[in-house]
């Protein structure tokens, strides 16, 4: 799993150059005619990465360029075409459709998030402190919502909260309490939110518990013999030590959360009504290339919600890494 | 916002794009523009030209085998690209993107201004298309042209109608209504009878546009002055008298909870049609097709009566749908690409057997829509009626209307505006001005000259 050797990595001490120091020191001297060994190796080094680069340039900074440039420009269906500074980026942050979706997913995020993450955290302790069969059925069980595919596991709580068929409905139905839309305008963002936290407090719970079970046992043994209960460890000594994962959970919940798409994609099906095609920032970009032509507007909300997330993200593991003490 | 004729395919594939984000969807179609192209390779000049096609429903198979089978110069390689917006936003990119458009597309007529206006058409005027003039319904036509330019060849069309279940309608002791009065008295009195029984569903979603524009369109409505040969100016008015006297009948029938308000193409949708839910169903020439296919078991029940009328023996028509063929821009062959056209269904009568049988396409061709054949075809689905001497004389009575380059963004704004009304978040009342402002804001916007 990558994402554990990622979070490895932010715990322990960066491995900057370290290959390179290794490499250099046993071949020493120059061959007559040659390049430096260095200068061979570096040219190595090059031709190993260039696969990677190759497709990073193209299908990362290539496209990036090109929708920057995009977004630059106003063409208009009989107007034309022409170069606009940043109207685009203006038109943006005072668009209210567009703000309105803002609005939406930081709601959305406010409530949903640390709901999720933590469930997660929950039963990634609780994996972590029962080791029986049970907890192995209770961790795959858990997981297992990440493995559908979201279009899939949208369109299943589609028909799940289908006023006709779905079992919410019937249950409500015949305690008496009556129909319960949970399409409606007012409900939406939580049978949304329920989707998402269905779909991914498994793969977060996993995470989690992976960083639980690379903490050294014997800080246990000693809390232990120090008296305290296993309330106290969870509180005292396993969640501070997993501050990093959590931080980096933490981190791409945010990330999903700005780029909300799929979902709410899904369910404009059955609920168009109150899904618009504005209903979050990306689900807009998406409508406003797509079906209302305009491009280059498409591309400077892109480019705009691109740049929140990076900032954001950037920010946000620079405050969080000198509050939780990482290095 | 499109008003595709298999909603029910529609859905699937519509989830299955959901996947696929915009920058995905960029990369599927340079793969499939990749293969295929213009169609042969062009240097050879021996063999047949071969005409790549875009359409969507699947019966479409059996009318290229005929055609192949009738042509010897010319071959067509049928594509499904998706059905309605679907097939819209791949053919936009790769117009956008200069290449990987098929040679002939399947647009339905609110498409053709949009796609004409990015010069994403061909003019197939100059290649003879005139000729057909004569064979087409004039509205059609009209939608299909500009004077001499030729953007499209008609297929089929939408005229509307009401279906409703006889046996409701007997049990409830229900009259056929004829007006939109008589209409919302009867739903009033099947409610009452049954709580759980609606008249009708009336649609939330972007399918559903489709349908209120038809609507509109019956009552007089005509929010376009459009001409491609006129730019850029463009009337736009979606605010007038009847558009308003139709929303607000609606809004009355939602707010008295006479009508069931579920999106069209959903589940509950299909079992509201199948269960007795709703007795009536105001749909278009293709929706006969399409009730037998998503409420197959109740066969037999349902009967067909013309639009009820706003004037008492009135006979005001509108249209729902309905597609035409068109010649995209990028093709190679423009002059084979032109007779692909033409004469995939034209007046064949053998590819309309298969159209009118399998597909339940309601043919905009005068010959065959105005033939002993189509007119005289019984439906055992509609207890043997012959439905289509309610469906034909709707199709001739359809008058003149134009569709505005910008029907996407007109019919989402629509669909959002409705949404909020049917919400409660907003007064019916306001729904067609709130839609009117902004479309002649986006209008304005595009570089057009509003006028209102």
Redesign the interface.
């Given at each position: 799993m990558s994402l554990l050797r990622q979070q490895g990595s932010t715990a322990t001490a960066p491995p900057r150059a370290v290959p390179a120091k290794g490499l250099r020191t046993p071949v020493a001297g120059r061959r007559p005619g040659g390049l430096s060994a260095r200068t061979r190796h570096k040219g190595m080094g090059l031709l190993l990465v260039s696969p990677f680069l190759l497709l990073f340039l193209a299908f990362l900074v290539a496209p990036l360029c090109y929708a920057f440039w995009l977004s630059l420009r106003t063409s208009t269906l009989v107007g034309g075409d022409h170069f606009s500074w940043f109207a685009n980026y203006k038109q943006t942050f005072t668009d209210p459709q567009f703000l309105s979706g803002v609005r939406r997913v930081v709601v959305f995020g406010v409530v949903q998030i640390p709901l999720m993450l933590g469930l997660a955290l929950l039963g990634a302790l609780i994996i972590d402190e029962v080791t029986s069969r049970l907890a192995k059925v209770f961790r795959m069980t858990l997981f297992m919502p990440y493995a559908v595919p979201a279009v899939i596991g949208a369109l299943m709580w589609g028909f799940l909260y289908s006023p006709t068929f779905g079992p919410v409905n019937s249950i409500s139905h015949s305690l008496g309490l009556g129909k319960v839309d949970l399409l409606s305008h007012d409900l939406m963002l939580t049978s949304l939110g329920n989707i998402v936290t269905w779909q991914w407090t498994g793969y977060n719970m996993i995470v989690l518990y992976a960083a639980l079970q690379g903490l050294p046992r014997e800080v246990y043994e000693a809390a232990k013999l120090d008296g305290a209960g296993q309330l106290q460890t969870a509180l005292r000594i396993k969640i501070p030590m997993i501050s990093s994962a959590m931080v980096l959970t933490l981190m791409f919940t945010l990330i999903g959360t700005l780029q909300f798409f799929t979902e709410p994609r899904v369910l404009e099906h059955s609920a168009s009504s109150v899904i618009t095609p504005d209903y979050t920032p990306n689900l807009y970009a998406y409508n406003l290339a797509f079906q209302y032509s305009e491009f280059n507007y498409s591309a400077a909300i892109s480019f705009s919600l691109g740049a929140v997330v990076f900032i954001g993200s950037y920010i946000f593991l620079f405050v969080a890494r000198k509050r939780s003490g990482l290095k | 916002?499109s008003s595709s004729r298999k909603p029910q395919l529609r859905?699937v594939r519509?989830?299955?794009f959901?996947?696929t984000?915009?920058?995905l969807?960029g990369v599927l179609l340079a793969a499939c523009g990749g293969g295929g192209g213009g169609g042969s390779s062009s240097g050879a000049p021996s063999g047949p030209v071969h005409i790549k096609v875009w359409a969507w429903y699947p019966q479409f198979k059996q009318v290229v085998a005929q055609f192949n089978k009738t042509h010897k110069d010319v071959q067509v390689d049928w594509v499904q690209a998706g059905v309605g917006?679907d097939e819209y936003?791949k053919l936009?990119?790769a117009l956008?993107a200069g290449q990987g458009a098929p040679d002939v597309v399947m647009l339905e007529f609110q498409e053709l201004p949009?796609i004409q206006?990015?010069k994403g058409l061909l003019d197939m005027g100059k290649y003879g298309a005139n000729e057909d003039k004569g064979n087409y319904v004039d509205w059609a036509w009209k939608q299909a042209s500009d004077g001499d330019h030729v953007y499209a060849i008609p297929v089929d069309g939408g005229p509307m109608a009401m279906m409703y279940r006889a046996d409701l309608f007997k049990k409830y002791d229900l009259k056929v209504p004829t007006t939109w009065a008589q209409y919302k008295e009867e739903a009033a009195k099947l409610h009452k009878a049954d709580p759980s029984a609606y008249m009708t569903d009336f649609g939330?979603?972007?399918t559903a546009a489709g349908w209120r524009q038809g609507l509109t369109w019956q009552a007089g409505s005509r929010p376009y002055t459009y001409s491609a040969s006129k730019?850029?100016d463009i009337g736009v008015k979606l605010n007038d008298a009847s558009a308003k006297k139709v929303y607000e009948y609606w809004g009355d029938l939602v707010k008295n909870k006479l009508v069931d308000?579920?999106?069209y193409?959903?589940?509950?949708f299909y079992?509201?049609l199948s269960s007795g839910k709703y007795a009536t169903y105001i749909a278009a020439g293709w929706g006969p097709g399409y009730l037998s296919s998503v409420a197959a078991k109740t066969a037999g029940k349902w009967r067909v009566a013309p639009l009820p009328q706003w004037t008492a023996g009135g006979n005001a028509q509108g249209d729902w749908g309905g597609s035409s063929f068109s010649v995209t821009s990028q093709t190679k062959h423009p002059k084979e690409a032109t007779e692909v056209a033409r004469e995939l269904f034209g007046t064949s009568e053998a590819a309309w057997k298969i159209g009118i049988d399998q597909a339940y396409l309601f043919p905009l061709s005068n010959p065959i829509l105005n033939g002993a054949y189509f007119k005289s075809k019984k439906y055992d689905f509609f207890g043997g009626q012959q439905i289509n001497s309610v469906f034909v004389p709707a199709a001739n009575g359809i008058s003149a209307f134009d569709w505005s380059?910008?029907q996407?963004?007109a019919y989402?704004t629509d669909?959002?505006e409705?949404?909020?009304a049917?919400?409660g978040?907003s007064a019916w009342s306001s729904v067609n001005d709130d839609v009117q402002q902004q479309v002649t804001s986006?209008a304005s916007?595009?570089?057009?000259k509003v006028s209102q």
């Open positions: - | 916002m859905s519509r989830t299955a959901a996947a984000s915009a920058a969807a917006q936003t936009k990119t956008k949009t206006l990015t939330s979603d972007e730019l850029p308000t579920q999106s193409a959903t589940t509950d079992n509201g380059p910008f996407d963004y989402n669909t959002s409705v949404g909020k049917l919400q978040q986006y916007k595009q570089g057009f």
